[in-house]
């Protein structure tokens, strides 16, 4: 599967089987996470066969079972760090769909004083992403329509269109799409439009923007 079917297929998966994620798989991971830390210095962390962080009430009620892998979403605290752990967090997940695993990204729903991860002194931990072997490949989101999430001046270029394509792919807060993407020239603006968690919102979509419309074709503002 190749990076764009990934953002086709991926879709939020709650349920999980209880296959572990180990071998070469388990390496491949690890080695995207360490890839990512390195390049942000985030320090974000795969915690495996660890079911009490998703063991408890919160889980239940946000429908989760057999989550016994999580990654947690770490970085110093910084006022762009919600949204770099967006976006770093989407390139792991786009990659664990790839190596034929099913995610979601969770703020709430999960024991977070439970959860195992180390957090340094002056870091923050922002939320986590589910991850392992679906019981299923979860469904596609509903879309608000594309006219509301951009702005353009001028003409629209084909690679802004597919850019936006693939942002409205991208896994939201309460799938609120609470981001504009405005283009001028060849530059693009992205701004989160508020709302619950809308920073890492507006990380994961221009993530994904960057991958439909090429890193070549434009700037970010
Ligand atoms: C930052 C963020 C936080 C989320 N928090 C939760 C959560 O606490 N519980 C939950 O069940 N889903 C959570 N989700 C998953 C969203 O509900 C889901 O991504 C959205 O409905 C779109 O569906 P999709 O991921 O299948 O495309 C979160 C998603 C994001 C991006």
Same mark, same amino acid.
């Given at each position: 599967?190749?990076?764009?079917?990934? +953002?086709?297929?991926?879709?939020?998966? !709650? %349920?999980?089987? #209880? !296959?572990?994620?180990?071998? #070469?798989?388990?390496?491949?991971?690890?080695?995207?996470?360490?890839?990512?830390?390195?390049?942000?210095?985030?320090?974000?962390?795969?915690?495996?066969?660890?079911?009490?962080?998703?063991?408890?009430? +919160?889980?239940?009620?946000?429908?989760?079972?057999?989550? $016994? $892998?999580?990654?947690?979403? =770490?970085?110093? /605290?910084?006022?762009?760090?919600?949204?770099?752990?967006?976006?770093?967090? *989407? !390139?792991?997940?786009? /990659?664990?769909?790839?190596?034929?695993? %099913?995610?979601?990204?969770?703020?709430?729903?999960?024991?977070?004083?439970? $959860?195992?991860? #180390?957090?340094? &002194?002056?870091?923050?931990?922002?939320?986590?992403?589910?991850?392992?072997?679906?019981?299923?490949?979860?469904?596609? &989101?509903? %879309? /608000?329509?594309?006219?509301?999430?951009? /702005?353009?001046?001028?003409?629209?270029?084909?690679?802004? !269109?597919?850019?936006?394509?693939?942002?409205?792919?991208?896994?939201?807060?309460?799938? *609120?799409?609470?981001?504009?993407?405005?283009?001028?020239? $060849?530059?693009?603006?992205?701004?989160?439009?508020?709302?619950?968690?809308?920073?890492?919102?507006?990380?994961?979509?221009?993530? &994904?923007?960057? =991958?439909?419309?090429?890193? #070549?074709?434009?700037?970010?503002?």
């Amino acid at each position: 599967m190749d990076i764009y079917k990934a +953002m086709e297929e991926r879709h939020s998966v !709650r %349920n999980y089987t #209880d !296959r572990r994620i180990e071998g #070469d798989l388990l390496t491949e991971i690890q080695a995207e996470i360490k890839m990512c830390n390195d390049e942000s210095g985030l320090n974000i962390q795969l915690i495996t066969d660890e079911p009490i962080a998703f063991g408890g009430l +919160m889980a239940r009620f946000g429908k989760f079972s057999g989550v $016994n $892998n999580y990654i947690a979403l =770490i970085g110093e /605290k910084s006022t762009d760090l919600d949204e770099k752990l967006g976006y770093y967090g *989407q !390139r792991i997940v786009l /990659k664990a769909t790839m190596l034929g695993l %099913n995610t979601c990204w969770v703020a709430l729903t999960y024991s977070k004083g439970k $959860n195992k991860s #180390d957090i340094d &002194h002056g870091e923050k931990l922002i939320c986590v992403i589910s991850i392992g072997y679906g019981e299923t490949h979860g469904v596609p &989101h509903k %879309n /608000k329509p594309i006219e509301a999430l951009y /702005k353009v001046e001028g003409e629209m270029s084909g690679w802004f !269109r597919s850019g936006m394509e693939a942002a409205m792919l991208a896994p939201t807060a309460m799938n *609120q799409q609470k981001f504009l993407f405005t283009l001028s020239g $060849n530059t693009v603006k992205a701004q989160a439009t508020g709302g619950f968690y809308s920073k890492v919102d507006l990380g994961i979509a221009k993530y &994904h923007f960057e =991958i439909g419309a090429g890193r #070549d074709d434009f700037q970010w503002a």
